[in-house]
Protein backbone atom coordinates (compact mmCIF):
# COMPACT_ATOMS: atom_id res chain seq x y z
CA UNK A 1 0.00 0.00 0.00
CA UNK A 2 1.24 3.34 -1.17
CA UNK A 3 1.74 5.97 1.80
CA UNK A 4 1.01 9.95 2.21
CA UNK A 5 2.91 11.44 -0.63
CA UNK A 6 3.63 15.36 -0.26
CA UNK A 7 5.47 17.93 -2.99
CA UNK A 8 7.27 19.35 -3.14
CA UNK A 9 9.81 18.21 -0.35
CA UNK A 10 11.78 21.66 0.10
CA UNK A 11 10.53 24.84 -1.20
CA UNK A 12 12.39 28.68 -0.14
CA UNK A 13 10.68 31.67 -0.79
CA UNK A 14 11.13 35.33 -0.05
CA UNK A 15 8.60 37.09 2.56
CA UNK A 16 5.07 38.48 0.71
CA UNK A 17 5.72 35.62 -1.91
CA UNK A 18 2.67 32.86 -2.11
CA UNK A 19 3.60 29.46 -1.85
CA UNK A 20 1.18 26.01 -2.60
CA UNK A 21 1.78 22.50 -1.03
CA UNK A 22 0.09 19.18 -2.19
CA UNK A 23 -0.76 16.26 -0.49
CA UNK A 24 -2.08 12.54 -2.14
CA UNK A 25 -3.22 10.65 1.15
CA UNK A 26 -3.62 6.92 1.45
CA UNK A 27 -6.39 5.53 -0.76
CA UNK A 28 -9.61 5.15 1.10
CA UNK A 29 -9.01 6.96 3.92
CA UNK A 30 -11.58 9.64 4.54
CA UNK A 31 -9.81 11.92 6.85
CA UNK A 32 -7.24 14.02 5.89
CA UNK A 33 -5.49 16.79 7.91
CA UNK A 34 -2.29 19.43 7.67
CA UNK A 35 -0.16 19.75 10.38
CA UNK A 36 2.28 22.78 11.29
CA UNK A 37 5.65 21.62 12.86
CA UNK A 38 7.79 24.22 14.00
CA UNK A 39 11.50 23.58 14.93
CA UNK A 40 11.37 21.89 18.76
CA UNK A 41 7.46 21.38 19.08
CA UNK A 42 5.00 18.99 18.22
CA UNK A 43 2.93 19.25 15.41
CA UNK A 44 -0.11 21.50 15.52
CA UNK A 45 -3.45 21.31 13.50
CA UNK A 46 -4.30 24.05 10.90
CA UNK A 47 -7.20 22.07 9.06
CA UNK A 48 -8.67 18.81 8.97
CA UNK A 49 -10.87 17.02 6.52
CA UNK A 50 -13.72 14.37 6.27
CA UNK A 51 -14.48 13.50 2.73
CA UNK A 52 -14.00 17.18 1.15
CA UNK A 53 -15.27 18.73 4.57
CA UNK A 54 -14.16 20.82 6.91
CA UNK A 55 -14.14 19.12 10.38
CA UNK A 56 -12.07 21.54 12.15
CA UNK A 57 -10.01 24.74 10.36
CA UNK A 58 -9.98 26.68 14.26
CA UNK A 59 -6.05 26.95 14.04
CA UNK A 60 -5.76 27.92 10.47
CA UNK A 61 -4.77 31.27 9.94
CA UNK A 62 -7.03 32.77 7.28
CA UNK A 63 -5.99 35.75 6.60
CA UNK A 64 -2.97 34.60 4.75
CA UNK A 65 -3.58 30.26 4.75
CA UNK A 66 -6.20 28.40 2.39
CA UNK A 67 -6.47 24.49 2.00
CA UNK A 68 -9.33 22.71 -0.37
CA UNK A 69 -9.35 19.02 -0.75
CA UNK A 70 -10.70 18.38 -4.73
CA UNK A 71 -13.34 15.54 -5.13
CA UNK A 72 -12.15 14.19 -1.29
CA UNK A 73 -9.09 12.67 -2.20
CA UNK A 74 -5.79 14.98 -2.84
CA UNK A 75 -5.44 18.17 -1.14
CA UNK A 76 -3.59 21.38 -1.72
CA UNK A 77 -2.41 23.94 1.26
CA UNK A 78 -1.86 27.76 -0.18
CA UNK A 79 0.18 30.40 2.35
CA UNK A 80 -0.31 33.83 0.56
CA UNK A 81 1.54 36.06 1.55
CA UNK A 82 3.98 34.54 3.46
CA UNK A 83 5.63 35.30 6.88
CA UNK A 84 9.11 35.10 8.34
CA UNK A 85 7.40 33.37 10.70
CA UNK A 86 5.47 30.69 8.25
CA UNK A 87 9.40 29.21 8.16
CA UNK A 88 8.41 25.31 9.26
CA UNK A 89 7.54 21.73 8.03
CA UNK A 90 4.08 21.14 6.83
CA UNK A 91 3.09 17.57 7.21
CA UNK A 92 0.08 16.27 5.68
CA UNK A 93 -1.39 12.90 7.27
CA UNK A 94 -4.63 10.51 6.63
CA UNK A 95 -6.49 8.24 8.08
CA UNK A 96 -9.80 6.12 7.94
CA UNK A 97 -11.95 7.80 10.14
CA UNK A 98 -11.17 7.49 13.99
CA UNK A 99 -8.77 5.26 13.02
CA UNK A 100 -4.47 5.21 12.75
CA UNK A 101 -3.00 8.44 11.31
CA UNK A 102 -0.38 8.15 8.99
CA UNK A 103 1.95 10.83 7.70
CA UNK A 104 3.88 12.14 4.95
CA UNK A 105 7.64 12.70 4.60
CA UNK A 106 6.65 16.88 4.70
CA UNK A 107 7.49 19.75 3.01
CA UNK A 108 10.25 22.24 4.63
CA UNK A 109 9.33 25.50 3.97
CA UNK A 110 11.86 28.73 4.17
CA UNK A 111 10.87 32.30 4.27
CA UNK A 112 13.64 34.81 4.13
CA UNK B 1 -7.40 24.60 27.15
CA UNK B 2 -6.59 20.82 26.31
CA UNK B 3 -3.15 20.09 26.18
CA UNK B 4 -1.00 17.40 26.05
CA UNK B 5 2.94 17.61 28.37
CA UNK B 6 5.41 15.23 27.46
CA UNK B 7 8.43 14.62 30.49
CA UNK B 8 11.34 14.19 30.12
CA UNK B 9 12.11 16.69 27.16
CA UNK B 10 15.41 14.88 26.82
CA UNK B 11 17.07 11.40 27.63
CA UNK B 12 20.37 9.66 26.80
CA UNK B 13 20.41 6.63 28.81
CA UNK B 14 23.34 3.55 27.73
CA UNK B 15 21.74 0.34 25.31
CA UNK B 16 20.48 -2.27 26.85
CA UNK B 17 18.71 -0.16 29.32
CA UNK B 18 15.04 0.02 29.96
CA UNK B 19 12.64 3.03 29.59
CA UNK B 20 9.69 5.00 29.81
CA UNK B 21 8.01 7.78 28.45
CA UNK B 22 5.43 9.96 29.69
CA UNK B 23 2.33 11.41 28.07
CA UNK B 24 -0.14 13.74 30.58
CA UNK B 25 -3.01 15.17 28.88
CA UNK B 26 -5.81 17.57 30.52
CA UNK B 27 -8.97 16.24 28.86
CA UNK B 28 -11.10 13.26 29.65
CA UNK B 29 -12.64 13.35 26.52
CA UNK B 30 -10.25 11.41 24.71
CA UNK B 31 -11.34 8.67 21.85
CA UNK B 32 -7.52 7.32 21.49
CA UNK B 33 -3.86 8.11 21.51
CA UNK B 34 -1.06 7.38 19.46
CA UNK B 35 2.17 7.06 19.69
CA UNK B 36 5.35 8.09 17.10
CA UNK B 37 8.54 8.70 16.27
CA UNK B 38 9.84 11.17 14.09
CA UNK B 39 13.74 10.74 13.20
CA UNK B 40 15.72 14.34 12.19
CA UNK B 41 14.26 15.97 9.22
CA UNK B 42 11.17 12.81 8.34
CA UNK B 43 7.86 12.47 9.05
CA UNK B 44 6.14 10.82 11.58
CA UNK B 45 6.08 7.40 11.77
CA UNK B 46 3.14 5.32 13.90
CA UNK B 47 4.37 3.29 16.53
CA UNK B 48 1.14 2.57 18.60
CA UNK B 49 -2.58 3.49 18.93
CA UNK B 50 -4.57 2.77 21.76
CA UNK B 51 -8.69 3.00 21.60
CA UNK B 52 -9.87 4.76 24.55
CA UNK B 53 -11.55 1.30 25.80
CA UNK B 54 -8.15 0.05 25.55
CA UNK B 55 -5.79 -0.26 28.95
CA UNK B 56 -2.13 -1.25 26.68
CA UNK B 57 -1.21 -1.92 23.04
CA UNK B 58 2.36 -4.24 22.38
CA UNK B 59 4.16 -4.15 19.46
CA UNK B 60 7.85 -6.22 19.29
CA UNK B 61 9.81 -4.06 22.21
CA UNK B 62 7.56 -1.47 22.57
CA UNK B 63 4.57 -1.29 25.04
CA UNK B 64 1.99 1.67 25.45
CA UNK B 65 -0.32 1.89 28.01
CA UNK B 66 -3.55 4.40 28.89
CA UNK B 67 -5.33 5.60 32.22
CA UNK B 68 -8.00 7.89 31.21
CA UNK B 69 -8.94 8.63 34.66
CA UNK B 70 -5.57 9.92 35.91
CA UNK B 71 -4.93 11.62 31.88
CA UNK B 72 -1.88 9.91 31.06
CA UNK B 73 -0.29 7.61 29.10
CA UNK B 74 3.31 5.62 29.14
CA UNK B 75 5.13 4.51 26.16
CA UNK B 76 7.90 1.29 27.56
CA UNK B 77 10.78 0.63 25.23
CA UNK B 78 12.40 -2.72 26.49
CA UNK B 79 16.24 -3.32 25.90
CA UNK B 80 16.98 -0.07 24.09
CA UNK B 81 18.81 0.12 21.07
CA UNK B 82 20.85 3.14 18.99
CA UNK B 83 18.63 2.54 16.68
CA UNK B 84 15.61 3.71 19.05
CA UNK B 85 17.28 7.30 18.97
CA UNK B 86 14.51 9.61 18.07
CA UNK B 87 11.83 11.82 18.74
CA UNK B 88 8.94 10.39 20.48
CA UNK B 89 5.74 12.15 20.47
CA UNK B 90 2.13 11.24 21.75
CA UNK B 91 -1.20 12.87 20.24
CA UNK B 92 -4.63 12.58 21.93
CA UNK B 93 -7.70 12.36 19.71
CA UNK B 94 -10.87 14.08 21.12
CA UNK B 95 -13.86 11.81 20.79
CA UNK B 96 -16.49 13.60 17.88
CA UNK B 97 -14.20 15.55 16.24
CA UNK B 98 -11.18 12.87 16.15
CA UNK B 99 -8.99 16.38 16.24
CA UNK B 100 -5.60 15.25 17.33
CA UNK B 101 -3.67 17.32 19.80
CA UNK B 102 0.28 16.62 19.82
CA UNK B 103 3.19 16.89 22.89
CA UNK B 104 5.99 18.46 22.13
CA UNK B 105 7.77 15.09 22.54
CA UNK B 106 10.84 13.44 23.97
CA UNK B 107 14.13 13.31 22.51
CA UNK B 108 15.92 10.07 23.31
CA UNK B 109 19.46 9.18 22.52
CA UNK B 110 20.25 5.26 23.17
CA UNK B 111 24.11 5.15 23.49
CA UNK B 112 26.06 2.52 22.02
Known amino acids: EAGVAQSPRYKIIEKRQSVAFWCNPI?????LYWYQQILGQGPKLLIQFQNNGVVDDSQLPKDRFSAERLKGVDSTLKIQPAKLEDSAVYLC??????????FGPGTRLTVL | KQEVTQIPAALSVPEGENLVLNCSFT??????LQWFRQDPGKGLTSLLL?????REQTSGRLNASLDKSSGRSTLYIAASQPGDSATYLC???????????FGTGTRLKVLA
Open chain 2, 91 to 101: ARATSGTYKYI
Open chain 1, 27 to 31: SGHAT
Open chain 1, 93 to 102: ASSRVAREQF
Open chain 2, 50 to 54: IQSSQ
Open chain 2, 27 to 32: DSAIYN
